[in-house]
């Protein structure tokens, strides 16, 4: 009978697994997934496209100051009948060349300057800030999946488990049917085990739905898969202590910066609405070469070098609403710095407690699963020799299945905690989610 429970149990293993899974030669590892997904993905392709457009924001800003160089020709035929000028021209030519170049607009085209400029570093911070989002979200669902693959794995050991203490294989049960208490405690464990494979399939086979969702695949090699390892140097890069991350977070957080930069933004903005208020001054030299033109026989050239200065009176009122709205829109921008420096002191503080914790429960997780199969190996001998009774291994098995869950959480949990603290103090890079040598830590076995 034992031997027919085997084969049947393999055999619901194998069909779990490989009717899902397809084998490739390449490993699957995350960070060559990750470098996948990064290439490929609509949120970062547009990033860079919005990077790029803004980089051309700032040259087609700076080209206000460039010269303004037209040449013009016109040609056609202009007669003249019965007028007191004897002559009568049958066709004119004029060329005209013009030059206008912007002097001085009171600061107002600086400040445009200077907002493209601070566009353009916003946008390079949130290229970072959709990179990271997706290599934490790829990192989530790779680690997910093979979570996933291993408490259904444990599961299904557990289940096999109980069947073999029990002896039993049939969980139904009827009313009235006379069976002894501890038959019905076996039959009880028995199909709890088994609901525990159900949920545990269930929830593998959601993260692997979400795992071919973001790498855009159709089928999952999961023997491929690896834990990663991060290596020494990434480590280093993490904070000691909760002040430090603080610290660093306050200088370098993305999204505190973007708020920086929307008050920056919004200075030059007033400074621009202040500039309508001020004078304009402009240059500009014309030469035109005229042939037979303005009734004119014969060729000539005209020069015009002008300098036009304009004070916008009408400015003094038409232009206040508007400077109004843009003093208000840089107090506002103030106000949300102050939220966002309270907001990054907050995410600071939550990541170093998230770390902190998953350090701490992973030397746990790992120091109780070594005891429960130390305990399990015990119970197993001692039901061998006639010491115990089948409950005992039954709860030593229970005890392993958890404790076996638990590392595989916190193993992969402390990973996450890494990736989002270093995101925090904006330190996180694609080639920090796992160190392909051989040298790493945090790759805990189940």
């Known amino acids: ?22 084998f490739s030669a390449n490993a699957e590892r995350l960070s060559v997934m990750v470098e996948s997904v990064l290439e490929k993905h609509e949120d970062i392709v547009n990033a860079k496209k919005e990077l790029e457009e803004a980089n051309r924001d700032v040259t087609d800003a700076l080209l206000v100051y460039a010269p303004d160089l037209s040449v013009k020709w016109e040609g056609g035929q202009n007669d003249k009948y019965n007028a007191g000028s004897p002559s009568q021209i049958d066709g004119f030519d004029t060329y005209d060349w013009t030059w206008k ?19 353009v570093e916003k946008k390079q911070l949130e290229l970072i800030t959709s990179r990271n989002d997706l290599l934490i979200e790829a990192a989530d669902a790779y680690l997910g999946l093979i979570k996933a693959s291993e408490k259904l794995e444990a599961s299904v050991a557990a289940e096999e488990n109980t069947r073999q203490t029990t002896g039993q294989e049939e969980i139904r049960v009827q009313v009235g049917s006379g069976l ?40 999952v090699n999961l023997s491929a898969l690896t834990k990663p390892r991060l290596a020494a140097s990434t480590l280093s890069m993490v904070p000691e202590s909760m002040e430090a991350t603080v610290e660093i977070a306050l200088a370098n957080n993305r999204d505190l910066q973007i708020a920086k930069i929307d008050v920056e933004t919004a200075r030059n903005d007033l400074t621009s609405a202040l500039a309508n208020f001020g004078p304009t001054i402009d240059a500009e030299a014309k030469y035109s070469d005229k042939s037979d033109a303005s009734h004119t026989k014969g060729s000539h050239y005209e020069e015009q070098i002008k300098v036009t200065v304009e004070f916008p009176i009408s400015g003094i009122y038409m232009e206040m609403p508007s400077y109004l709205n843009d003093r208000s829109a840089l107090d506002r921008a103030i106000n949300d710095l102050a939220l966002k420096e309270r907001d990054t002191i907050k995410s600071a503080k939550e990541a170093w407690v998230e770390y902190a914790n998953a350090r701490t429960l992973l030397s746990y997780s790992e120091n109780e699963a070594t005891i429960a199969k130390e ?26 299945e958890s404790s076996l869950k638990d590392l595989s959480d916190d193993s992969m949990s402390l990973l996450t905690t890494v990736y989002e603290i270093l995101d925090v103090i904006n330190l996180l890079e694609p080639d920090m989610v796992e160190d392909t040598t051989k040298q790493g830590t945090f790759n805990t076995p189940s």
Do not use: H, P, W
């Open 180 to 219: 002894a208490s501890d038959v019905l405690k076996a039959k009880r464990q028995l199909a709890s085990a088994q609901k525990t494979v159900i949920s545990d399939e269930k929830s593998f086979k959601s993260a692997k739905y979400t795992y071919e969702k973001l790498f855009n695949v159709d089928e």
């Open 101 to 119: 170049q912007k002097i001085m607009d009171s600061g107002a085209s600086m400040a445009d300057v200077r907002n493209k400029n601070l566009a």
């Open 1 to 22: 009978m034992n031997l027919f429970i085997n084969r049947s149990t393999s055999l619901l293993i194998s069909l779990m697994f490989f009717s899902t899974i397809s």
């Open 375 to 400: 305990l399990l190996t015990i119970a197993q001998k001692e039901r061998a020799a006639d010491q115990t009774d089948a409950a005992a291994v039954l709860a030593a098995e229970e005890a392993l």
